[in-house]
């Protein structure tokens, strides 16, 4: 059954949002642990995408029609713009987790939490009524300044690494682009939130395992401490599965700049988790590019 489009955001959507971007910026603090305390990152990101998938089938199972599974790989299902979107996923995780290898986690939500940005262009480029005006404009200009200003800061500052903060900015990008795919195709746009997650999750996980097989990052997580595996379990449970349900439920029903300018939350959570879980060193103009891209993500909407 597809979804009913909502034309604006409402406050049961706020209150979600808000949920979700202190459960995201926490997240960035869970995979800098499991990769301090033994495990590997394409073996993080493939145990995530892997589990969080047999999860949802559980979940597609129980909650829609017997024959939803089977509908998803059939002719004239949203099988293919759904493996690309998968792809696009695979891709992101990919950067995101050697990024944060080398970067802070504050840094790396920073830069990762930039996808509006790159949503509210998508938009403007490939998607009917989605055209930026003045303020829109404005509004990008304003965040783009508020990047160019963590990213200096990270020049003179030290304590991340700018390949890490490029990284996360990369799959940032890639997050923007997906959520375009989404809002454009309109066989994914009819998908249930479970359906079209599980396409991300169960399509990006063969890929992240490959790339775990050839970093060889299958051969160091049984050391990994017990902290390591309760990290990843909370990016794998909490995050990847209960938390990306309601996201997607939210792209299927809302409009997509409008829901993403919310994720600008996130990075705030972030910071703050890194600074006081991991003791990260946090400054006066991290917070100011913080400002300017929450200010910025504030005038697209």
């Given at each position: 059954m597809s979804q009913v489009?909502?034309?604006?955001?409402?406050?049961?959507?706020?209150?979600?949002?808000?949920?979700?971007?202190?459960?995201?910026?926490?997240?960035?603090?869970?995979?800098?642990?499991?990769?301090?305390?033994?495990?590997?990152?394409?073996?993080?990101?493939?145990?995530?995408?892997?589990?969080?998938?047999?999860?949802?089938?559980?979940?597609?199972?129980?909650?829609?029609?017997?024959?939803?599974?089977v509908g998803m790989l059939s002719k004239g299902s949203a099988r293919w713009p759904g493996l690309l979107i998968a792809m696009v996923f695979a891709l992101e995780f990919l950067v995101i987790y050697p990024g944060l290898r080398l970067t802070t986690a504050a840094r790396g939500v920073l830069f990762l939490y930039t996808?509006?940005?790159?949503?509210?262009?998508?938009?403007?480029?490939?998607?009917?009524?989605?055209?930026?005006?003045?303020?829109?404009?404005?509004?990008l200009l304003v965040a783009f300044g508020g990047v160019a200003i963590a990213f200096a800061h990270g020049l003179s500052a030290g304590g991340g690494s700018i390949?890490?903060?490029?990284?996360?900015?990369?799959?940032?990008?890639?997050?923007?682009?997906?959520?375009?795919?989404?809002?454009?195709?309109?066989?994914?746009?009819?998908?249930?939130?479970?359906?079209?997650?599980?396409?991300?999750l169960g399509g990006s996980a063969p890929v992240l395992l490959a790339a775990a097989i050839l970093a060889g990052d299958l051969d160091h997580f049984p050391d990994?401490?017990?902290?390591?595996?309760?990290?990843?379990?909370?990016?794998?449970?909490?995050?990847?599965?209960?938390?990306y349900l309601a996201w997607f439920w939210l792209v299927s029903v809302y409009p997509a700049t409008q829901i993403a300018g919310f994720t600008f939350l996130t990075p705030l959570f972030g910071i703050l988790a890194g600074s006081l879980l991991l003791g990260e060193p946090t400054s006066a103009a991290l917070f100011a590019g913080l400002a300017a891209i929450a200010v910025g993500m504030r005038l697209l909407r």
């Open positions: 489009r909502r034309a604006k955001v409402d406050g049961r959507a706020i209150l979600v949002l808000i949920g979700l971007c202190a459960l995201w910026g926490l997240q960035q603090v869970a995979i800098k642990l499991s990769l301090g305390q033994g495990l590997p990152p394409f073996f993080q990101a493939a145990f995530r995408s892997g589990v969080a998938a047999l999860m949802v089938v559980g979940w597609i199972a129980i909650r829609e029609k017997p024959g939803a599974l996808a509006p940005f790159f949503t509210a262009i998508g938009a403007h480029l490939f998607l009917p009524g989605g055209r930026l005006g003045v303020r829109q404009m404005l509004g390949r890490g903060d490029l990284m996360c900015g990369a799959a940032a990008m890639l997050w923007g682009a997906a959520t375009v795919i989404m809002q454009a195709n309109p066989k994914l746009r009819k998908l249930p939130s479970a359906q079209l997650l599980l396409y991300q990994a401490s017990a902290l390591a595996w309760i990290s990843l379990l909370y990016q794998t449970v909490v995050v990847a599965f209960a938390s």
